[in-house]
């Protein structure tokens, strides 16, 4: 059963293989839809800053009735904050509104702000920002530390610093769109590569060559496009608030062979519709 079974990061951490994403989740929704996902033996659980949901994350995760050592809580500094000072007191700032005394995981939301997503050079920004995940890391605040959306030059600047390196990259990763030199990359260097959007934002549901697979493996699309970014040894966020969607998401007891593999490796489809303004779909 996917649900139990689990990765081990660089530092030893392990981490659930299959995880909860929230964006768009509201924060008055958040804590049924954690509580539903727990109860269906989700523990990996996906939130930032930026999703403006990370009370009623916390208030699900802390009335589940599921110990908290036994749930891999993640969130995500907010993009725009590239000094020390700030990024510490907003680390501070999420276990507070989480309610938590320690985060499993914190990523830095992306190497640029979302106003200039792929643009100007926040190198020096980064190494700040990271300086300050790193201490509360040491400090015990946080189990595991990584990024979300760094290039390999963007981890190159963090690795350059000689301490500690990320121990995550979360990625947009799903068929028709698989940054396979970017994963080789992050997996020659030990850092997990988390598959964020892995139905494409729900883009994907409409692709007649995916959902023609999928009926071949008698499985639906999100199921065949989860166990598609599990196979490149990624670990998936699909995001549901849908208790019966978060369920068949999770049945993945079958295997995609390498020529199908290869098939959904190759294919190119990034038309994310109503949502290529978003600057993670824009594709820069
Ligand atoms: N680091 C970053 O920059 C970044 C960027 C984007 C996303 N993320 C993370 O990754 C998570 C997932 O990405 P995402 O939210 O963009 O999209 P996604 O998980 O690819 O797709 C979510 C969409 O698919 C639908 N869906 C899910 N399961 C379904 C099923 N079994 N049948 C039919 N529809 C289904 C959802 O609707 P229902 O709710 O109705 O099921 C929702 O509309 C986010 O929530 C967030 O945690 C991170």
């Keep these: 059963m996917i ?6 990061l660089a530092n030893g951490v392990t981490i659930p293989k299959l995880g909860l994403g929230t964006w768009f989740i509201r924060n008055a929704a958040a804590p049924d839809a954690v509580r539903a996902a727990i109860e ?3 523990r990996n659980i996906d939130t930032a800053q930026a999703y403006r949901n990370e009370r009623g994350v916390g208030e699900g995760v802390r009335s589940s009735g599921v110990a908290r050592e036994e749930l891999f809580i993640s969130t995500k500094l907010a993009a725009e ?4 000072d700030d990024a510490a007191a907003a680390i501070d700032g999420s276990l507070q509104a989480l309610g938590l005394d320690y985060v499993d995981l914190m990523l830095i939301h992306s190497p640029q702000p979302w106003h200039d997503f792929r643009g100007g050079d926040y190198a020096a920004g980064n190494r700040e920002a990271w300086r300050a995940l790193a201490d509360a890391y040491q400090a015990g605040k946080l189990r595991a530390i990584g990024v979300s959306n760094f290039e390999q030059k963007d981890l190159e600047n963090l690795c350059s610093l000689g301490a500690i390196a990320p121990q995550v990259n979360q990625l947009l990763v799903h068929a028709g769109n698989t940054p396979s030199e970017l994963i080789a990359y992050c997996q020659s260097k030990e850092i997990l590569v988390q598959a964020y959007s892995p139905i494409a934002h729900g883009a994907i549901l409409d692709n007649p060559e ?10 639906t699309v999100p199921q065949l496009c989860i166990r598609y970014t599990l196979q490149l040894g990624t670990q998936p966020l699909p995001k549901s608030a849908n208790p019966e969607h978060m369920r068949s998401n999770a049945q993945l007891d079958f295997a995609i062979t390498d020529p199908d593999m290869a098939t959904l490796q190759n294919l190119d489809d990034r038309d994310y519709g109503d949502h290529a303004a978003i600057p993670v779909f824009a594709g820069k």
């Design 81 to 84: 904050i590239k000094n020390y």
């Design 3 to 8: 649900l139990d079974e689990t990765y081990t």
């Design 210 to 219: 995916i959902a023609a697979l999928a009926d071949k493996y008698r499985v």
């Design 40 to 42: 269906i033996g989700y």
